[in-house]
């Protein structure tokens, strides 16, 4: 990294060690900056805003996760980081002791709309400290740089192939590459109008997302971005979907179980409405599942993408490329005979297992779980697409089920089992697996997703799950580990630091509320890693019925 760009990365690239780099080396002084207070240095003009905390009391909550192995390879992590990004500038001993938490706000650039404008915001913790160090920057930089006052303010600029501007005023430090944005920061401190008061928004209302010991969160205003990025490139139709949206804000914190995250989209009232997700369908994985999608309304997001694209010739174009070459190859036609019984509640988990063409090969198993929306016709509806995309080439063998159903087993081309088989699980929910037994104990019962899914509010627009200590036995098991044999063993311990994670989403009116967790596991506990390797081999189980 040149010299001359040096105070840009002690601010900028400071928000990607910044965040780790504390954790590790831990201050003790409070900067006492949050959010609400470093947005009075943001001019109202911005359109989006992210922060970030580097206060050490709030990182070290991370203390009480982990394991030694996992840190270690954490820690040589941001040190690679470190030095591709600040050169020989040390955070830990250059920059934290007088660096506060940071905020970096975006606006349009005057000079071109490819890449916004960038101001980052800090307040200084150590005035003597701070003051140190940008001279040593300047000292060491090979290009021009001049001193020069605002408004009281003293400036300091480095000109070159890549300029940036920081300026100092009172315990206030900005900088961004257009001095202009600088100057208009400065303005803002002394009075002229901040983003955060600007009308409607609610970034910085107290408790908006409620966050134990936050971390990091990011507003984004789509109608202000719509205004300020380069749309010469959409039509008037894409450029009203980009404020469909009203505003974004997100945020990470650390509570007990780990890392959790919340986001707010406040939608214009125009937003796609998909039926509401109870759940149901989760009870046809077993527990020991490695990853679930849960959702509703496929057809109800194919039928909104091609009315979206009716007046966009590309898409459309895309589209009907799509429903030809599928007719070709299946004589099924994409949107009678695929879309449009697809409307309910969905899975798709993967799990362990040694059976079948796809066990013998990975130790993996597949299962999807579909809701229609009429009553006996997505069996009919599923045999003919199966059929169909097989083009009359597959050997389907029905059976009878324990409870007298009727199950179709895909024949493998290999003879290794079965490849596939679907049916019916009740009138109106079918399922593809590789899996021919039956769930004897059904996910939503089992202890590690009670245990994760237990954390978040109630969701009714879909959950996404993953059990980490199930991928980590998974990877580690021989038939999967034949095809990752250059990843590093001290890499597993990353996976054995999490215990799994959850997503879930609720709409509420034109509201949209999503929480997730990552749960790790706790520091100077054997728990996980030894349920992890000596976790005894588990029947591997699929749809109830088979």
Do not use: C
Not at 383 to 408: C, E, F, H, L, W
Request: charged residues 20%; without cysteine; glycine residues 8%.
């Amino acid at each position: 990294m040149a010299k001359s760009t040096a105070i840009a990365a002690a601010l900028l690239a400071t928000t990607t060690v910044a965040g780790a780099g504390v954790y590790y080396h831990l201050q003790t002084k409070d900067p006492g900056d949050r959010p609400e207070q470093l947005a009075l240095a943001v001019p109202e003009q911005a359109y989006a805003v992210g922060y970030l905390a580097t206060d050490p009391k709030v990182w070290s909550k991370l203390d009480r996760f982990g394991n030694p192995a996992a840190k270690q390879v954490i820690d040589r992590s941001i040190q690679q980081i470190q030095k591709e990004t600040v050169g020989d500038i040390d955070f830990a001993q250059d920059v934290q002791p007088w660096l506060g938490n940071i905020m970096l706000a975006s606006f349009a650039n005057d000079k071109t709309k490819e890449k916004p404008t960038v101001l980052a915001i800090s307040k200084v913790k150590d005035k003597l400290s701070a003051f140190n160090f940008l001279n040593k920057l300047k000292n060491k930089s090979k290009d021009p740089t001049t001193e020069s006052d605002y408004k009281g303010a003293k400036i300091w600029s480095v000109s070159g192939s890549k300029p940036f501007h920081v300026a100092y005023s009172d315990d206030w430090l900005v900088g961004s590459a257009d001095r202009a944005t600088v100057e208009k920061s400065i303005d803002t401190l002394k009075g002229a109008a901040s983003f955060s008061q600007k009308n409607g928004n609610e970034f910085f209302a107290s408790g908006r997302l409620n966050l134990p010991n936050p971390i990091a969160s990011v507003y984004i205003d789509f109608p202000r971005m719509a205004a300020a990025v380069n749309t010469s490139k959409l039509d008037s139709n894409q450029v009203a979907k980009l404020v469909k949206a009203q505003s974004f804000v997100a945020g990470m914190g650390i509570d007990d179980q780990g890392l959790r995250a919340k986001a707010i989209t406040q939608m214009n009232g125009n937003s796609l409405k998909l039926p509401a997700t109870n759940g149901k369908v989760l009870t046809n994985f077993p527990p020991d599942s490695l990853l679930v999608l849960n959702g509703s309304g496929i057809k109800n997001i194919w039928d909104e993408t091609v009315k979206q694209s009716a007046n966009e010739p590309k898409t459309m174009e895309a589209i009907e490329n799509l429903r030809s070459s599928f007719r070709a190859q299946t004589k099924l036609d994409l949107d009678k005979d695929v879309f449009s019984w697809l409307g309910g509640e969905y899975a798709i988990g993967i799990f362990p297992q040694k059976e079948g063409l796809l066990g013998s090969f990975t130790g993996l198993g597949i299962t999807a779980v579909i809701e229609g929306n009429e009553s006996q016709a997505n069996e009919k509806s599923l045999d003919s697409m199966v059929k169909g995309i097989g083009a009359g080439k597959v050997v389907i063998k029905p059976r009878q089920s324990t409870d007298g159903k009727t199950i179709n087993d895909i024949a493998s081309p290999f003879g290794v089992g079965s490849l596939l088989s679907y049916g019916s699980i009740d009138d109106k929910t079918v399922f593809l697996s590789t899996k021919n037994t039956t769930t004897t104990e059904p996910l939503s019962k089992g202890a590690d997703f009670q245990k994760i899914v237990a954390t978040l509010p109630a969701s009714d627009q879909g959950l996404t799950y993953i059990n980490f200590r199930q991928l980590a036995a998974a990877l580690q098991d021989d038939t999967l580990k034949k095809y990752f044999p250059s990843m590093p063993p001290e890499y597993f311990s990353l996976l054995k630091a999490i215990e799994g994670m959850a997503i879930g989403s609720k709409l509420d009116g034109d509201t949209y509320r999503t929480e997730g967790v990552l749960m790790l596991a706790p520091a100077n506990s054997q728990s996980a890693a030894a349920k992890t390797d000596n976790k005894p081999e588990t029947t591997p189980q699929a749809p109830a019925g088979q």
